[in-house]
């Protein structure tokens, strides 16, 4: 199992581009589907819990898959796992951009991963939205926090914060 996180978390690690919430559909599609080691509500939950915690929510997403999966040692391998890769590539990458920085084919090419990557962030919201919202007030706490991300003044920390709020009062009626 420890093994096999590192591997895992590694290759996500050194496939992904675009930042922590590029990752976020890759390891879904690993941990749900292929490997089936968390249910789709086991991985809201640790991205809601990993959203909140300082640092960058891919790094703290395998870190909670890796102690749920195998405990200390488990969120030790699969956080390097992610980790590595990344240091790694920005190392290399930074002494080849240096030489790339007028060079237009490789600004064209970044650019068009743009997109790309919107689009997978926008599939693993899609693909995670059945199951976070299930009941018609779930509906009203995701209008609330789509307006209150659109605040770029607002902590998303505090979104999510009051979002909870929000659930706890909704439950209690």
């Known amino acids: ?27 879904q599609r690993e941990v749900i589907d292929k490997y089936h080691w968390l249910s789709n509500a086991e991985f809201l939950d640790i991205i809601a ?23 200390f040692w488990g969120s030790v391998v699969a956080t390097l796992g992610i980790i590595l890769p990344s240091f790694a590539a920005i190392t290399l990458l930074t002494v080849v951009l240096n030489k ?12 068009g991963m743009r997109p790309a990557v919107t689009a997978m962030i926008i599939t693993a919201a899609l ?5 976070s919202i299930v009941r018609p007030a779930d509906v009203i706490i995701f209008l609330a926090a789509v307006i209150l991300s659109w605040q770029q003044w607002l902590d998303p920390i505090l979104i999510l914060l009051l979002s909870g709020v929000l659930g706890i009062v909704i439950g209690l009626f």
């Open 1 to 27: 199992m420890i093994l096999q996180l590192f591997l895992t978390f590694a290759q996500i690690g050194a496939f992904t581009f675009g930042g922590g919430y590029a990752m976020l559909p890759l390891i």
């Open 49 to 71: 819990t990993a959203e909140m915690t300082p640092g960058p929510i891919s790094i703290n997403t395998a870190t909670f898959v890796g102690y749920k999966m195998a405990g």
């Open 100 to 111: 790339l920085q007028d060079n237009k084919d490789a600004q064209n090419g970044l650019k």
């Open 127 to 131: 693909s995670l939205a059945p199951q």
